[in-house]
């Protein structure tokens, strides 16, 4: 299923959509350069505005404030193959389902074999929080995490363009 996946980045225009309301600074500069170097269009989509590099492949779309209204403005509009970058679970398993892939911030590539398993604990730990249990937010962005990032991302852009130059070569 996940090698499907990969596959159909391999065939289709990629693009990247950011979850950019809790995507950390330093992961969103990765993906500019990424967009400059590839020409891979990254779309950033908040409810508040969110600096952009001048760059004609990188873009930035605010929607209304509101609960998922990002979340949502993504799933409308990104296609089988591309790239959402979140860690959003329940955003990450509504990709999944499009066709899409899902990369978390801290370079965790979402699949369909362990995303139920996500949804369950997310949905426990909102049962945990709701009953009082204080349960700690998630751990500072590692150096590591941003090299298990960057690692997936260039994977991930490495298939797209060799996908790409082969379907130009059959065309």
């Given at each position: ?87 959003d679970?329940?955003?990450?398993a ?7 892939c899902?990369?978390s ?21 909102d ?24 690692r ?13 130059q082969?379907?130009a070569?059959?065309?």
């Amino acid at each position: 299923m996940e090698l499907e996946r990969l596959r159909q980045l391999e065939r289709h225009e990629m693009k990247i959509w950011v979850d950019a309301d809790a995507c950390p600074v330093v992961i969103k500069e990765i993906l500019f350069r990424a967009a400059d170097r590839t020409g891979v269009p990254v779309t950033l989509v908040a409810n508040h505005p969110v600096r952009i590099p001048p760059s004609r492949f990188i873009k930035f779309l605010q929607v209304a404030s509101g609960f998922d209204v990002a979340d949502n403005e993504i799933v409308k509009q990104l296609s089988a193959g591309d790239l959402v970058i979140t860690s959003d679970i329940p955003l990450a398993a509504e990709v999944i389902e499009k066709g899409a892939c899902a990369l978390s911030p801290r370079g965790e590539l979402y699949s369909g074999d362990s995303i139920g398993a996500r949804l369950n604990m997310r949905d426990f730990m909102d049962t945990m929080r709701a009953s009082g249990i204080d349960t700690g937010g998630p751990p500072a962005l590692s150096q590591s995490d941003r090299q298990s990032f960057a690692r997936h991302l260039d994977t991930m852009l490495a298939r797209y363009a060799a996908g790409s130059q082969g379907t130009a070569r059959h065309s």
